[in-house]
């Protein structure tokens, strides 16, 4: 044994100096990814349906896109178990709002809610960038992005989650036409405006893009199309106006019908399913 | 790569390659010039795009261009897209646990030879100490690389003649570097093609 500076396994008698710390994480991500285009009278909400932790896949069929009202949907992304929880909230805020008001709440008013809300938690905030899109009350279609803390804004299009940074600049050039000119006595470009087969065109190539090269993003995807009331659905339901894969159903109206003097129906809600990569 | 920030995009065309850069070069975020190529040529059909670390773009330039020489003096022919990867690779190798920090990408058109009388256009790129992948549509590299990776994702399709290319090329880097804040200040082009280089610098956001 004297060979032995220390005798072999002295380390285990030895008393623990230092306390071992143990600190709880509050938060987590989970990756995937959203994104929402508004047109003129209609909106796209979009989002993945891979739901991960670090390199570990959860499930491959987590809803990260919600219906709040008839004109109004909402998407989450970040620390899923607070997205859930927000949208719980909010969803409980619009039902207390309908009792009181005998009225839905107003997209504009549901966004400014939202920051309220995000806001009321500053110093321990909901890890969750939000997505607000729909109809406004001209009928014109809208989307308002948020940060964590409430920061909103509302703009033509965006891209939130673990892609923003492949699918943001994609959309700037597609939708707000940054860095092109049109030819000369061509008619200049308006971002908003363009049709629902190219919007929709254009989510699936952001969303196919980011699953190719985003180990985050795949499994499924899900696209929420709100239209203004009375808007032509040809477009849409119209025959081979889908893309390959594409599976879409009309969601239920959600608020009784009480705006519905003109004869022309509420706005309508419809949700089309595509699969995405799964590796 | 965050110190000076700048980004590189090379493309795969019809019988044609592309490659380009941006323009800035900067201290963390204060930009310094707007006239910082990170393109240079070895011939007139192969350049090569070295984003990251100013002083190791100028140590790697100038050392890439002596053993370039040395090797045209010695075999008497120019170096191909591929033996001059291997070149730069190996030279990153050497600095395995002191790298430079630069991620390489080369672009060029072999010249037909007896052997391979139709060779296809050649794209290129490496990780700090020379790990090789050679991709069939584009390579991307620098502080912009993931914009990069989501907009050439969206635009790029196969086969594209030169013109096409060009516009391509030109619009993924552009749209990518305006959302990088280490990237943009000024973009260059090169289309290389059998017979010609077509070089255009952009006008770009200068914010």
Same mark, same amino acid.
């Given at each position: 044994m004297a060979l032995y500076h220390n005798p072999p396994m002295a380390y285990a008698q030895e008393p623990n100096t230092a306390p071992i710390e143990h600190r709880f994480n509050p938060y987590s991500d989970n990756g995937g990814s959203i994104l929402a285009i508004a047109g003129k009278d209609f909106s796209v909400i979009a989002g993945d349906t891979r739901q991960s932790e670090g390199y570990n896949i959860q499930t491959r069929y987590a809803r990260k896109?919600?219906?709040?009202?008839?004109k109004a949907v909402l998407a989450t992304n970040g620390f899923s178990a607070d997205g859930n929880n927000f949208v719980k909230r909010v969803k409980q805020r619009l039902e207390w709002y309908e009792h009181a008001h005998h009225k839905p709440m107003g997209l504009k008013s549901i966004a400014r809610m939202i920051q309220t809300m995000l806001y009321g938690k @500053?110093? #321990?905030?909901?890890?969750v960038y939000n997505i607000l899109g729909g109809i406004e009350e001209d009928g014109s279609g809208a989307v308002y992005s948020f940060d964590p803390v409430g920061s909103y804004e509302r703009e033509a299009c965006r891209a939130a989650g673990a892609a923003q940074s492949l699918i943001q600049p994609f959309l700037d050039n597609q939708?707000? #036409?940054?860095?092109q000119q049109p030819e000369s006595g061509a008619e200049p470009f308006i971002p908003g405006n363009l049709p629902l087969s190219t919007v929709l065109s254009l989510v699936v190539d952001s969303f196919t893009s980011a699953t190719e090269r985003h180990i985050?993003?795949?499994d499924g995807m899900e696209i929420y199309i709100v239209m203004k009331k009375g808007r032509s659905t040809d477009d849409l339901l119209?025959?081979?106006?889908?893309?390959?894969g594409m599976k879409v159903e009309e969601l239920i109206p959600?608020?009784?019908?009480?705006?519905?003097e003109d004869g022309q129906g509420g706005e309508r809600t419809f949700l089309v399913r595509q699969a995405l990569k799964r590796d | 790569m965050e110190l000076n920030g700048g980004s590189v995009v090379a493309m795969i065309g019809k019988d044609c390659v592309a490659i380009a850069s941006d323009l800035r070069l900067g201290n963390q975020a204060v930009g310094i010039?707007?006239?910082?190529?990170k393109v240079f040529p070895v011939n007139d059909k192969l350049y090569y795009g070295l984003p990251g670390l100013a002083t190791d773009v100028y140590t790697l330039r100038e050392h890439l261009r002596f053993r370039v020489n040395m090797y045209r003096m010695k075999e008497e022919r120019e170096i191909t897209p591929k033996t001059f990867t291997h070149l730069v690779s190996s030279t990153l190798y050497e600095k @395995? #646990?002191?790298?430079? #920090?630069i991620e390489p990408v080369v672009a060029g058109l072999p010249t037909p030879t007896e052997l391979d009388p139709h060779p296809k256009p050649f794209i290129s790129t490496m990780d700090t100490i020379g790990c090789i992948t050679t991709p069939k549509d584009f390579a991307v590299a620098g502080t912009a690389a993931d914009k990069l990776y989501g907009v050439a994702e969206g635009l790029w399709e196969p086969d594209l003649e030169p013109e096409d290319l060009f516009e391509t090329v030109s619009q993924t880097l552009l749209n990518a570097v305006d959302r990088?804040?280490?990237?943009?200040w000024g973009a260059v082009v090169h289309i290389i093609t059998q017979d010609k280089v077509i070089t255009r610098t952009l006008r770009a956001r200068m914010d």
């Open positions: 896109v919600w219906q709040l009202t008839d @500053r110093f #321990f905030p909901y890890y939708i707000y #036409f940054k860095n985050e993003v795949g119209g025959e081979g106006k889908l893309q390959k959600l608020g009784e019908s009480s705006d519905d | 010039a707007s006239n910082f190529d @395995r #646990f002191g790298p430079f #920090f990088d804040a280490l990237s943009g």
